[in-house]
């Protein structure tokens, strides 16, 4: 299965890449598949990308490989995560905590095809990548081809710099991207999109959850925000174990409906270190309690070998003693009579 | 540079709870001037009782509970509680009665549970239910909807501002010559007096359904309701639960015994239906959940509303079909959880 979904809105890396190198992505696509031993291959695409499924469609066209299947998907976010990609074109459920591979998927972005084909056939090593440059805090948002390694204000200052307003820079997308303090930091070869704003996103202040449910309603793994949230709240790990807290895939919908502004991502990623915190402790703890065990057991096992061994010297000291005592006797027979030799 | 930092996601959500209370409160401008058309300005006294009543005991919980004012106050989920307490009492009420259910529905049924979101019990209902309980001759008095043929006595704003202040009447005009029983009432009594459907329906107050001018009330909240459905403010499966729950068994009972029976319109559009259906039923914090709960919920409505109705011993029980299905809504929401992705049907994992 060959993503060609974006995987954020304002991200744009993988249809370029796509519009341009789609002839790479097809033998790209070709290699894994022979290294896979696999016999179907979908190339998924959102409808909304016509120029990446026409070129993509034209590539098709000349190589002409029957198992390759271009598959249009709806511009749904978050349809490019992975999990989400293979119910959407397969109809097949990634198992909780498990990988596509355990319902015979596996999952590779068009970029990464793309790269095999570089590697492969152009004998290029994967030095660059596509990336977006966007936002309303750039002059020019562009797509550019960058080398891994290049940092990220060198990037911006290529394409025309910041606008005079750029507050926030975030690298990633609008929904789960990171925002950095500084623009010293290199590309590297996941960084599908920088993103800069002019402004502050400001969600107002919280209010208490209404429990209108709206944030059940898009969630894209079938959570129900609300509970985790009373229970993250609660901070009781069965029951958000139970609600499927380690089952969010952090994408940000509930935060982006939720009428009262909570900030439930946020709040879900806090829960999820607590979680996995104490899952540490107790692994901890339990692997102290082992090795308390075990000492204890070998400190039996020393005292038990001690009392044998002594048990046995006492039975060969106690075989030995008759003759012992005759021994000692006879010497102090011998003794008295010496002594009364003297006298 | 120096950049801003914060947590993702960096969109800013676009719907906010005091707009959502708003959109509430518009939906219900229509039916509120067809309430004034039929019954007098009444209601807008109520209203203004309601609201200052409500808003004042919001101030002082939140005074008290020392939170922040602007978190409580501006989500105007009070000003809603206020203006469903008063679409529900009879346009003429004494200002005592009115206060006395917006406090408690503040106080005691919101704040003294945890404030917005942590109230068990829809608190416009509980509010109304004390009133039930504590003034219950002050809920008879509907005055006879205006209409052409009807020939009744009408209080003119300043009477009815009177009443509203003192309670009394001038003293030329009696009770009986301005209030007449409600059509579910009429019904009801009806009923028991084992009179047929046929005869209590030529009772002139009776109209196509559920009785002149409340059925165009009726029209009007439905037409509030469904603006809200297109809204996305609130969604289809608890008014469509409340109208099966009430529909199938008044169908039932209507095609088994049309004689002893009200027909299911009159069921639909008498009494506080529509308005249970739309705007009561589906506040949020009391309602379940999930969408399959909130489908139990609705129809459990419906479901009580009739039984209460039919058999029980008072004229319309939306009411109590409400605060007794919030009671069950811990239950539903716990056993109507969606399967999640990538989880086996019991809750654990299969990976």
Known sequence: ?343 | MEFQRRPAPFLAPEASVSALMLHVLAALVPAAIAHVWYFGPGLLFNLLVSTVFAAAGEALMISLRSREPETGLTDYSALVTAALLAFALPSLTPWWVTATGALFAVIVAKHLYGGLGFNIFNPAMAGYVVILVAFPMHLNLWVAPSMGDLDYQKLTVLQTLTFTLTGSLPDAISFDAISRATPLDVMKSGLNNARTITEIRAVPIMGDFGGRGWEWIGNFLAFGGFWLLIKKIIRWQIPVGVGLGLLVPATIMYMVDPGSNASPGFHLFGGATILCAFFIATDPVTAATSPKGRLIYGIGIGLLIYSIRRWGSYSDGVAFAILMMNMAVPAIDYFTRPHIIGHDDNGGHNG
């Not at chain 1, 319902?103 to 590779?108: D, E, R, S």
């Not at chain 1, 991207?177 to 107002?204: E, F, I, M, Q, Y």
């Open chain 1, 1 to 343: 299965l060959l993503n060609g979904v974006e995987c954020e809105p304002y991200i744009s890396c993988d249809d370029m890449l796509m519009r341009e190198n789609a002839t790479d992505v097809v033998s790209g696509a070709q290699i894994l598949m022979h290294a896979l031993q696999v016999n179907v291959c979908f190339i998924a695409v959102e409808s909304d990308k016509p120029e990446a499924l026409r070129a993509l469609g034209e590539a098709l066209g000349v190589i002409k490989d029957s198992r390759i299947v271009l598959k249009q998907v709806p511009t749904i976010y978050p349809s490019g995560g992975e999990d989400q990609l293979v119910q959407l074109v397969t109809n097949r459920e990634v198992p909780s905590g498990g990988l596509p591979t355990d319902v015979g998927c596996l999952v590779q972005n068009v970029g990464t095809a793309a790269a095999v084909h570089d590697w492969i056939i152009g004998n290029t090593p994967l030095i660059s990548r596509v990336t977006t440059v966007t936002g309303d805090g750039v002059a020019r948002p562009i797509n550019v081809r960058a080398r891994i390694g290049t940092t990220i204000g060198e990037i911006i200052e290529t394409t025309g710099g910041y606008t005079e307003r750029a507050e926030m820079l975030i690298i990633g997308g609008p929904m789960t991207g990171k925002s950095v303090s500084t623009d010293r930091v290199p590309l590297v070869k996941a960084t599908n999109c920088v993103l800069v704003l002019s402004h502050t996103p400001s969600p107002g202040p919280e209010m208490p959850c209404i429990r209108c449910g709206d944030c059940a309603a898009v969630c894209p793994v079938q959570l129900l925000p609300q509970q985790l949230f009373w229970y993250a709240c609660a901070d009781d790990e069965v029951k958000l174990r139970e609600f499927g807290l380690m089952d969010c895939i952090e994408c940000g919908c509930c935060d982006l409906v939720c009428p009262s502004h909570i900030p439930l991502t946020a709040d879900f990623r806090v829960a999820k270190g607590r979680i996995r915190e104490l899952a540490d402790e107790k692994a901890r703890a339990a692997r102290a309690r082992q090795r308390f065990e075990a000492r204890n057991q070998r400190l039996e096992r020393e005292k038990d070998a001690r009392e044998t061994e002594l048990a046995m010297q006492k039975e060969s000291a106690k075989a030995a003693a008759p003759s012992a005592i005759a021994e000692i006797l006879k010497r102090k027979q011998k003794k008295t009579r010496k002594n009364e030799d003297d006298k």
